[in-house]
């Protein structure tokens, strides 16, 4: 059961004349309402809650992306949109499990940077819950076929979106399963919510929007994602976006400041593959300690 919510965006400016980096990873997080949709949706005691709870928030990660290519996209002055998110470590509802790290993945444990690269650490969140760990293997991710377009073209996307998933399973275990009541990570070509920030009364579009739920399951909290990917993207830059929103969803939750990574928090002329860096980064996120994955406390 679903018990929240927790987001993290990737935007697209309607105009460039507001252009605005935000400072980080929860430039725009507004727990409040967050807070009042979690009353809303669980209107039970904290105790009977236990079993059924989940408590999301909404993390948005508002690096602000510019494609100027598809800024035509987004000329259309929308409805803003409020990110929010339930702030589970205050919340009184429910106890987290306590975050531990859990064993490295074989393929990341084997992973060896030879360029000594680095990594972007620093800039990845901790969130509520952790760091955002996946610890049972394969992780099943779930590419939906758009409906809305040519079967040909619904095709060439569901391939391209398919070699992001294949770049990344080089790293982590990754299966691609039918069903998306299966899966950990959902795919869709769907556009994104727009969105305004705190600071600046423009709607801005994004170009991808990747969100997170926390939900328990067999007394054990989990998660699950879900990347919305516009439909305005094609060929490489719908491989580079499906490939950054995948490395959101693989747990770097947050954007290097190198334009040679594919976490970069804009999109480039000519998208770089997943990096050393890149890689190096996952692999300390997955040194962290998290509550997910681990038994709910009775
Ligand atoms: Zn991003």
Redesign the pocket.
Request: charged residues 25%.
């Given at each position: 059961m679903l018990v929240g919510f927790l987001n993290?965006?990737?935007s697209k400016l309607k105009n460039p004349a507001t252009l605005k980096f935000s400072s980080g990873v929860n430039g725009d997080r507004d727990f409040r309402t967050g807070m009042e949709s979690y009353k809303h949706n669980n209107p039970t005691t904290p105790k009977t809650q236990k079993r059924w709870l989940t408590f999301l928030g909404l993390t948005l990660?508002a690096?602000a992306?510019v494609i100027l290519a598809h800024s035509q996209l987004f000329a259309v002055a929308a409805k803003p949109i409020q990110n929010s998110t339930p702030n589970l470590a205050t919340s009184p509802a429910f106890f987290l499990p306590v975050a531990k790290p859990h064993p490295l993945p074989p393929t990341l444990a084997q992973w060896q940077d030879h360029t000594h690269s680095g990594d972007y650490f620093s800039q990845v969140e901790k969130t509520e819950v952790g760091y955002l760990v996946w610890s049972q293997f394969p992780i099943r991710v779930y590419v939906e076929i758009p409906k809305a377009i040519a079967p040909e073209a619904a095709q060439a996307w569901v391939s391209t979106v398919l070699k992001a998933v294949q770049q990344w399973s080089i790293y982590l275990p990754i299966k691609v399963v039918e069903t998306s009541q299966l899966a950990d990570i959902i795919i869709l070509q769907k556009v994104p919510p727009l969105q305004i920030s705190p600071d600046n009364k423009i709607p801005r579009a994004r170009s991808?929007l990747?969100t997170y739920v926390l939900y328990a399951t067999d007394n054990t909290l989990r998660h699950r994602f879900t990347i919305l990917l516009h439909p305005g993207q094609t060929g490489k830059y719908l491989l580079a976006a499906a490939r950054?929103?995948l490395?959101?969803a693989l747990g770097i939750w947050g954007?290097s400041p190198l334009k040679s990574d594919a976490?970069y928090?804009s999109q480039v002329t000519n998208p770089p593959p997943i990096s050393p860096r890149d890689v190096n980064t996952l692999k300390r996120v997955y040194e962290q300690s998290t509550s997910l994955g681990w038994t709910l406390p009775k």
């Open positions: 993290k965006e990737d990660l690096g992306i991808a990747t950054h929103e490395g959101h954007h976490l928090f």
